[in-house]
């Protein structure tokens, strides 16, 4: 039997002595129909107030356990949320809040939406937690987690453990292990290693991208990705990575100010600049500063000031201090300006100066 099955099954152990515990703790003559709870904090603000179906009370009366419950929880005396579910328990005290079964909470500020199984309201720390299942709605976004703990006053929600977003128009898919959503500011963060999916209309495979961090902005559908980045792209299938990439996921921007690198998988080419920015609608790229190009079909390599290339079509226009080199046939062109094609080696350099070097197959030997 492995450890986890065994934690599983105590847990499981200490749950049923827990319940049985509490039967026992239970009165079955203090039991009332169609009561209402309210509980307050020391300067008599109200922290809930909850309507019961029915209510039963342990022996000591400090706790109820209620049936069918649905009420508000509050902060700074004013109602914020609205809840119900199947059952749940109060504290006298005002200090917590327990429901289980099919939760629905409700912040009343601004319409987000919190479901799960269980749900524990903390009125001191301003905290509504919600477990085993956690699914939070608002707007076009649905996020789902194991666990979920909504900061009330700072309306930021942090959810755990197979944490999935989808969001509309245009539908994108944001997965991590741990991600905090700002609900107001409608932005998703995360500092562990996420993967993002943008679904194309008639595309089978969506572009997506891979970060060891990053943030995604709701409503300007901006990404900002940070670290070991990597976006792939299904239609021309082209990989873009680098340390830094922000991808506009309404327009299909993708903008880097860090060294980028562009890989065509299927025409093998490979390039690279200090900065860049990729537009897949147009499948145009733009590289900026120190640009290499390397095309392992032809052993070709190209450096320039600046590069335009076409994705799909593999036309190029290079700026700036431009070198273009083959081996096959062998050849070395220098120049202010090129243009071409890396598919079939057609490459015109011009715009001033030129140089052409023709090597001997000696040398390439």
């Given amino acids: 039997m492995t450890a986890g099955a065994c934690r599983e099954r105590n847990r499981a152990a200490e749950r049923i002595a827990k319940d049985s515990q509490q039967i026992q703790d239970f009165d ?3 039991t009332f129909n169609d009561l209402t709870l309210e509980g307050f904090d020391k300067q008599g603000k109200r922290r809930w107030k909850v309507k019961s179906k029915q209510a039963s009370y342990s022996k000591d009366k400090k ?29 006298q005290d005002g200090e917590n809040v327990f429901l289980r ?7 009343l500020r601004n319409g987000l939406i919190l479901q799960g199984n269980e749900l524990e309201w903390q009125p001191r720390n301003d905290l509504l937690i919600v477990r085993n299942n956690a699914t939070a709605l608002y707007q076009e976004t649905r996020v789902s ?3 979920g703990q909504y900061f009330t006053r700072k309306k930021r929600l942090e959810l755990k453990d197979r944490v999935v977003a989808n969001s509309k128009k245009p539908d994108v898919q944001f997965r991590s292990d741990q991600v905090v959503w700002l609900v107001d500011q409608k932005k998703l963060i995360s500092d562990r290693p996420l993967q993002i999916d943008r679904s ?6 969506p572009d997506r991208a891979t970060s060891a961090a990053g943030e995604v902005n709701l409503g ?16 021309p299938p082209v990989q873009v990575s680098s340390n830094s990439l922000v991808w506009n996921l309404a327009t299909r921007t993708i903008v880097s100010d860090q060294p980028v690198t562009l890989v065509n998988q299927k025409q093998r080419v490979t390039l690279t ?16 500063g120190n640009v290499r190009g390397i095309g392992t079909r032809n052993q070709s390599q190209l450096s320039s000031d600046h590069l335009t290339y076409n994705l799909g079509t593999q036309q190029f226009l290079a700026e700036g201090g431009v070198n273009y080199r083959q081996a096959n046939p062998p050849f070395n062109l220098v120049g202010p300006r090129a243009t071409g094609k890396v598919g079939d080696q057609t490459v015109l350099v011009n715009g001033g100066r030129v140089r052409t070097e023709f090597i001997p197959d000696s040398v390439i030997r």
């Fill in 28 to 30: 079955n003559s203090l």
């Fill in 63 to 91: 706790t109820a356990r209620i049936q069918q419950p649905a009420g508000e929880l509050y902060q700074d005396g004013k109602a914020i949320v609205q809840v119900r579910a199947q059952s749940g328990e109060v504290k």
């Fill in 101 to 107: 079964g099919q939760i629905l909470a409700k912040d």
């Fill in 145 to 147: 987690a194991n666990t």
């Fill in 200 to 205: 194309l209309p008639g595309k089978p495979a």
């Fill in 220 to 235: 300007t559908k901006i990404a900002t990705l940070k670290q070991n980045t990597q976006i792939t792209l299904s239609d």
């Fill in 273 to 288: 600049g200090d900065r860049g920015q990729v537009n897949t609608q147009t499948q145009i790229a733009n590289l900026d």
